[in-house]
C-alpha cells in the first residue's frame, strides 16, 4: 500500500516559488508570477505508486493531483536519456520540431524543423525545447515505459499522446489545461507546479486564440486588469529528477522549469466510465514496478466516449447540457460543435447525457472524429548550419 509522505514539502526557500507579502498598497500577487496572491493548498505526496484501481478510485475518478516521489527511477531511460552522446546516437537523425523560445507566451509558438542532432548541439547556448507528441511513429517511444499504476487494466490502450519535453531549463509554461489525464515523469532536472482545481477553471480570463489557454501574463499578473486572479486557489508542488506528477485532466497548470538540464515524459490518457482490472493480478505484490508503453493507442470511439465522460466530474451519472458546454470548454474548437455532440449522444432529447446514453455510442463518423481536432501549428525548416533567416513555411508535420 502506498502512504502520504511526511516530507517537509512545502519549504518555499528549496523551490522556485517565493510567495512575497505586499510591499505598497496593490493587491497581493500584482505583477508578480502566479501563486504570490495567496498559499497554496498541499498537495498529496506519495512515496509508492498505487494500484491501477486505487489510482483510478482515489485520483482520476476525483480529479486529484498527486505526485508521486522517485517513481520514474525504476525506468531505464531515467539513466541512459541523461546521455546527449547515447540520444544523438540512437536519434540524431530524427527531423523534430523545435520551440524557438523556452517561455510559452500563449498557444502560437514559433516551431522549426530540424534533426535532434542539431538541437541537442544548440540546446545549452540556444533559447530552444523540444515539446513533442511521439506516441505515432518516432522510435523513442519504443524505450518509455508507463508506471505499475497503469501497468494493467486497459490504461495503455487509452493512450492519446506521449510527449517529450526537453530543455536546458528555465523554461515556463503559460497558464492552460489540457483535455486528458496527464502522467508527467521528471527524467532530469527540477519542476515547480501551480494546479488549480478544474472545477475552478472558469473564473480564469480566456485566451481569444485558445479556449485552453488564458490571457493573462503567468509571469506578471496584473491584478487590476484580471482582479479575478486574486481569488483562484492553487495546489503547489515542487518535483525533482525521478518523481512523477498526475495532473487531472481540464485542470489549469503554471510550470517552471529549474536552471538545469530539463527533460520528462508525459503520458496522456483518457479514462471512460469504468476500467476492466480483470488482467491485474490479484496479489498487488505482483505489478510489475513498470511496463512498456508499447503502441497502443486510444480508439476514436473510446476517446469521444471518454471526453464525455470526462466532463462529469465522477464518470457516472448525468451531465445537463448547460453544464456539458461550459465544461467543455478546450475539447471542441467552436461553442456550436459543443451543442452537435450533445444532440447526437441525447436520443431522447430530454437535454441530459446519461451514461447509458453515452455507452450507446457505437460509431464515431468523420465529421463527428474533426470537431475535436486541435488548431494545427505551422512549422519551418532550418538549415543545418543553424541560419534562421532563410526560414521556408512547410506543411505540417
Given at each position: 500500500m502506498f502512504c502520504v509522505s511526511k516530507l517537509a514539502f512545502l519549504i518555499f526557500h528549496t523551490t522556485l516559488w517565493h510567495v512575497e507579502p505586499a510591499e505598497s498598497d496593490d493587491p497581493p500577487g500584482h505583477l508578480k508570477p502566479f501563486g504570490n496572491h495567496m498559499p497554496p493548498f498541499e498537495i498529496d505526496v506519495i512515496d509508492t505508486p498505487p494500484t491501477p484501481q486505487e489510482f483510478l478510485d482515489k485520483y482520476i475518478k476525483v480529479n486529484k493531483p498527486v505526485v508521486i516521489k522517485g517513481a520514474a527511477k525504476v525506468f531505464d531511460i531515467f539513466k541512459t536519456w541523461k546521455d546527449d552522446e547515447y540520444l544523438r546516437k540512437k536519434y540524431g537523425k530524427w527531423i523534430?520540431?523545435?520551440?524557438?523560445?523556452?517561455?510559452?507566451?500563449?498557444?502560437?509558438?514559433?516551431?522549426?524543423?530540424?534533426?535532434?542532432?542539431?538541437?541537442?548541439?544548440?540546446?545549452?547556448?540556444?533559447?530552444?525545447?523540444?515539446?513533442?507528441?511521439?506516441?505515432?511513429?518516432?522510435?523513442?517511444?519504443?524505450?518509455?515505459?508507463?508506471?505499475?499504476?497503469?501497468?494493467?487494466?486497459?490504461?495503455?490502450?487509452?493512450?492519446?499522446?506521449?510527449?517529450?519535453?526537453?530543455?536546458?531549463?528555465?523554461?515556463?509554461?503559460?497558464?492552460?489545461?489540457?483535455?486528458?489525464?496527464?502522467?508527467?515523469?521528471?527524467?532530469?532536472?527540477?519542476?515547480?507546479?501551480?494546479?488549480?482545481?478544474?472545477?475552478?477553471?472558469?473564473?480564469?480570463?480566456?485566451?481569444?486564440?485558445?479556449?485552453?489557454?488564458?490571457?493573462?501574463?503567468?509571469?506578471?499578473?496584473?491584478?487590476?486588469?484580471?482582479?479575478?486572479?486574486?481569488?483562484?486557489?492553487?495546489?503547489?508542488?515542487?518535483?525533482?529528477?525521478?518523481?512523477?506528477?498526475?495532473?487531472?485532466?481540464?485542470?489549469?497548470?503554471?510550470?517552471?522549469?529549474?536552471?538545469?538540464?530539463?527533460?520528462?515524459?508525459?503520458?496522456?490518457?483518457?479514462?471512460?466510465?469504468?476500467?476492466?482490472?480483470?488482467d491485474c493480478p490479484e496479489d498487488e505484490a505482483d505489478l510489475p514496478d513498470s511496463a512498456p508503453v508499447g503502441r497502443g493507442h486510444v480508439s476514436r470511439l473510446d476517446h469521444i466516449k471518454s471526453m464525455v465522460y470526462m466532463l462529469i466530474n465522477d464518470r457516472s451519472g448525468n451531465i445537463s447540457l448547460p453544464t456539458f458546454i461550459e465544461n467543455g470548454v478546450g475539447l471542441y474548437q467552436l461553442e456550436e460543435f459543443g451543442y452537435m455532440i450533445f444532440e447526437a449522444i441525447d436520443e431522447n432529447e430530454d437535454e441530459v447525457i446519461t451514461s447509458e446514453e453515452i455507452e450507446a455510442l457505437t460509431d464515431v463518423s468523420e465529421e463527428f472524429w474533426n470537431v475535436f481536432s486541435d488548431n494545427k501549428k505551422e512549422y519551418f525548416v532550418i538549415e543545418e548550419n543553424g541560419n534562421i533567416k532563410d526560414m521556408i513555411k512547410k506543411e505540417e508535420l
Open positions: 523534430s520540431p523545435i520551440e524557438l523560445a523556452k517561455i510559452e507566451s500563449g498557444p502560437e509558438g514559433l516551431i522549426a524543423r530540424m534533426p535532434f542532432s542539431w538541437f541537442l548541439s544548440n540546446y545549452k547556448k540556444k533559447d530552444l525545447a523540444i515539446l513533442r507528441d511521439i506516441a505515432s511513429t518516432n522510435p523513442m517511444r519504443d524505450e518509455i515505459s508507463v508506471l505499475k499504476s497503469m501497468s494493467c487494466g486497459g490504461f495503455k490502450d487509452l493512450l492519446t499522446d506521449v510527449i517529450f519535453i526537453f530543455s536546458s531549463g528555465s523554461g515556463e509554461s503559460a497558464i492552460h489545461w489540457d483535455p486528458a489525464e496527464n502522467m508527467h515523469c521528471l527524467l532530469d532536472g527540477t519542476k515547480d507546479w501551480a494546479i488549480i482545481h478544474r472545477k475552478d477553471r472558469h473564473i480564469l480570463p480566456k485566451s481569444k486564440e485558445s479556449s485552453m489557454y488564458t490571457s493573462v501574463n503567468q509571469s506578471s499578473i496584473d491584478m487590476y486588469n484580471y482582479p479575478v486572479m486574486q481569488d483562484i486557489p492553487w495546489y503547489h508542488a515542487f518535483i525533482e529528477a525521478g518523481d512523477c506528477i498526475f495532473v487531472p485532466n481540464s485542470s489549469p497548470h503554471y510550470v517552471r522549469s529549474g536552471d538545469s538540464r530539463n527533460m520528462a515524459i508525459s503520458v496522456w490518457f483518457v479514462v471512460p466510465g469504468s476500467l476492466n482490472l480483470t
